[in-house]
């Protein structure tokens, strides 16, 4: 008999596993902080619309650094340590010069701090916050975030660029580093929909409008009106500091329209337009056109990212400020 309870309680625990994130503790799971932090939730949710209402490009500036932190030894708030005299952070790796945001989750990990100290993970508060700024327009949760994530005691800057993605990948190489992180073709093309929002430096495209294969060409693949417009708002091949909207017109307003555009070969990224050189990626981007679908993959692509090589349990810690580790 007891062997037949523990067999029915692993086949339980295979049934809900990809909805619960996890059986028997020490896993991700949705209310984690019901019991320890009632508040938690809510607390991040009205912080987190505060700082929208009052900064609309932070949706896009927390998804970016959402990605950046799980793409880079899982969602484990590494990205949001400050360097040290001995060590280099994350944050301070090229690719993360720009990100921003940082302000925001310090003052939800203050909030949280003053209701609940010692309880609310830095890494859970990142994946709430993201899904937070995202919904806001919405002025309801898009998708679910489940929680119970520890954070990081390292961070490293020359871990970053071998690990993100980069705007120059070519399909194959895109499709590698999402399957190195578990993710599939599809949460691929999802999770680029994100370029619905925000806004992209001239540098990390001018090679499409300048010089695609070294003999001053332009990119074919890249609509040439669109092209001579971006020429136009960019101050030539070397601009590091100009930026243009992702999505024309649109930029902060999340919805399906990346993939309208990138139908029209006006996707601003080489990654981008790599998206249609794949069948199967093509077809994903084809079937995202319809608004509803796009909406239901990407909670479950957040979801499945949000799940990148988290410490739960005893691993790690519940950092006391997120830009440092808890001193001994």
Sequence with gaps: ?????????????????????????????????????????????????????????????LLRMHFHDCFVRGCDASVLLSSTANNTAERDSFPNLSLKGFDVIDDIKEQLEKACPGVVSCADILALATRDSVSFQFKKSQWDVLTGRRDGNVSIANEVSGNLPSPFFNFAQLKQSFANKGLTVQDLVVLSGAHSIGV?????????????????????????????????????????????????????????????????????????????????????????????????????????????????????????????????
């Design 200 to 328: 992209g430096h001239c540098n990390l495209f001018s090679k499409r409008l300048y010089n695609f294969t070294g003999k001053g060409d332009q990119d074919p693949s890249m609509d040439s009106t669109y092209a001579a417009l971006l020429k136009t708002q960019c101050q030539g091949p070397g601009d590091r500091t100009t930026t243009v909207e992702l999505d024309p017109g649109s930029f902060q307003n999340f919805d399906n329209s990346f993939y309208t555009i990138l139908k029209q070969k006006k996707g601003l990224f080489q990654s981008d337009a790599a998206l249609l050189t794949n069948k199967v990626s093509s077809n994903a981007v084809q079937k995202l056109l319809k608004r509803n679908d796009f909406f239901t993959e990407f909670g479950q692509s957040m979801k499945r990212m949000g799940a990148i090589g988290v410490l739960t349990g005893t691993s790690g810690q519940i950092r006391k400020q997120c830009g440092f580790v808890n001193s001994n």
């Design 1 to 61: 008999m007891k062997a037949n309870n523990i067999s029915l309680i692993l086949l339980v625990c295979i049934l809900f596993y990809i909805n619960l994130g996890g059986c028997l503790g020490g896993s991700l799971r949705k209310n984690f902080y019901k019991q320890t932090c009632p508040r938690a939730e809510q607390i991040v949710k009205d912080a987190t619309w505060n700082h929208v209402s009052a900064n609309p490009n932070l949706p896009a500036k």
